[in-house]
């Protein structure tokens, strides 16, 4: 057995540019998307994820021949279709859900289990399913499988009683393999939708709205396959700028797109960060001390995202003054504030309220990531801290971020990924 271990001294500013991944909260939409086209699409600018590896286990079991090489991605249909997800690829992500529409869309039957995921707080599907049962789909519980067949998958006018992401892009991929046309009102307006409506669009469907609260989706279109490039993703620039917010220096982020990230410049503005914008290009300088947020709430687009609370939370941590943040869109999204806290921060958290006082100095601290972005937040808090800090439990950062560690070494972090056996681990060897 061995371990991947990330090991971080802090106390180094970040110089440099780099270029940013392509965005996982896209690139997952568009492979399951890929369901509703005949012939070959071609993604480009996937990031090599396990989450992508786990989509493509999913698209080879229902009968596609999906194959990457390097960043791109090729999906083609082969005649043998499956419309069951196994148990075990539901529970390996949240993204597994994102398959339901496209095969309702293509194949009117479904059966599928609960999806696994970041633990964020509870994440039920029944907006899912409210939506796609209005869609004429019957959904029945057998033993734990849930179990989706529509006689006649047909558009409709619904209406999100929240604008969330995963039920707007699945209301979009059935509607487009429906018959008639579907209005969805409150939908979500995150630019992953759009470019998912923008991908669909190319493929030879209908969507107008996408990006804005009602989107009209005209059904029953052929779908043929297409190359297409996916979206630079926020969340991941976001980190590398908080990266170079909390350990100082200047940062340049290139292949971004500004235009998806006005929320949180402002936010690394407000704590005392120049930022700088240019066709494709984010810079972020930090030489000053970093000044409090005094409140930041996390809120659907074009609000502060929710994916990035962790991300300022590590960086506020050594603000001169207090911030406060509240978390409106998850229960649970403070996970990662116990490792902070270890790493000597200031935290209190009341329900879904952060109170942040900035102290003088983090010092560094052997912790377990315990989510995605939380995993990050460790990253970015141990980069400004003083000494060595340890990350463990990589899978979390595994699922959201290609080349971590070597991101950051190349901006002059002191940052190395290494592999323990246990026996080595009892021994507290070095890096490899
Ligand atoms: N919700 C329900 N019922 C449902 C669906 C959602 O109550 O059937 C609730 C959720 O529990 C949550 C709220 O609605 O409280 C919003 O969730 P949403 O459906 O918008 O989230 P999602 O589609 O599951 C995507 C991203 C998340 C991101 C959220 C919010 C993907 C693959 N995931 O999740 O990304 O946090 O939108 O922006 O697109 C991440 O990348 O780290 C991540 C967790």
Redesign the pocket.
């Known amino acids: 057995m061995t371990e991947d271990i990330l090991r971080i001294t802090g106390g180094r500013p970040l110089h440099g540019e780099i270029t940013v991944q392509g965005a996982?909260?896209s690139a997952?939409?568009l492979m399951a998307a890929a369901l509703l086209c005949d012939g070959e699409t071609v993604l480009h600018r996937v990031p090599q994820l396990l989450?992508v590896y786990a989509a493509s286990r999913i698209l080879n079991r229902l009968g596609c021949r999906c194959t990457a090489e390097g960043n791109t991605v090729t999906i083609r249909h082969t005649n043998a279709e499956s419309s069951e997800i196994p148990d075990a690829d539901m529970r390996t992500?949240?993204?597994s859900?994102?398959f339901l529409g496209p095969i309702l869309g293509r194949m009117r039957c479904c059966t599928l289990t609960m999806p696994g995921?970041?633990e964020?707080?509870?994440?039920?599907?029944?907006?899912?399913?409210?939506a796609m049962r209005q869609m004429g789909v019957q959904i029945r519980d057998d033993g734990g499988k849930i179990v989706c067949r529509a006689d006649l998958l047909h558009g409709a006018r619904i209406h999100l009683p929240?604008?969330?992401?995963?039920?707007t892009?699945n209301v979009i991929m059935a509607a487009v393999g429906a018959a008639g046309e579907t209005v969805l009102t409150n939908a979500?307006r995150?630019p992953?939708i759009t470019d998912l409506a923008a991908f669909l669009n190319q493929c030879g469907a209908k969507i107008e709205g996408a990006g804005e609260s009602t989107v009209v989706i005209e059904g029953g279109r052929k779908l043929t396959g297409t190359e297409y490039s996916v979206m630079p993703d926020r969340?991941a620039a976001m980190t590398y700028l908080c990266a170079g917010a909390a350990a100082g220096g200047s940062v340049c982020v290139s292949g971004a797109a500004p235009q998806d990230l006005e929320s949180c410049l402002n936010v690394l503005k407000a704590a005392g960060c120049r930022i700088g914008t240019g066709s494709g290009r984010i810079f972020l300088d930090r030489t000053g001390g970093l000044r409090n947020v005094r409140y930041i709430r996390t809120m659907?687009?074009p609000g502060f995202?929710?994916?990035a609370q962790a991300l300022i939370s590590a960086v506020l941590c050594t603000a001169n003054g207090t911030s406060v943040i509240d978390e409106t869109?998850?229960?649970s999204r403070y996970k990662h504030v116990g490792a902070l806290l270890r790493m000597g921060a200031d935290i209190r958290t009341i329900g879904r309220t952060a109170v942040i006082t900035g102290v003088s100095r983090l010092h560094g601290a052997s912790v377990e990531a315990t989510?995605?972005?939380g995993g990050a937040a460790m990253a970015i808090a141990a980069l400004q801290a003083e000494g060595e800090s340890e990350i463990r439990q990589l899978h979390h950062l595994d699922r959201?971020y290609e080349h971590f560690a070597e991101i950051f070494h190349s901006l002059g972090g002191s940052v190395q990924r290494c592999r323990f056996s246990a026996k080595e681990r009892e021994k507290q060897s070095p890096c490899a």
Do not use: Q, W
């Open positions: 996982k909260n997952l939409p989450d992500m949240r993204s859900i994102m995921g970041c964020l707080g509870p994440r039920p599907i029944d907006l899912h399913l409210d929240l604008p969330s992401v995963g039920v892009e979500a995150e992953e969340i659907p687009y995202p929710t994916d869109i998850f229960d989510d995605l972005r959201g």
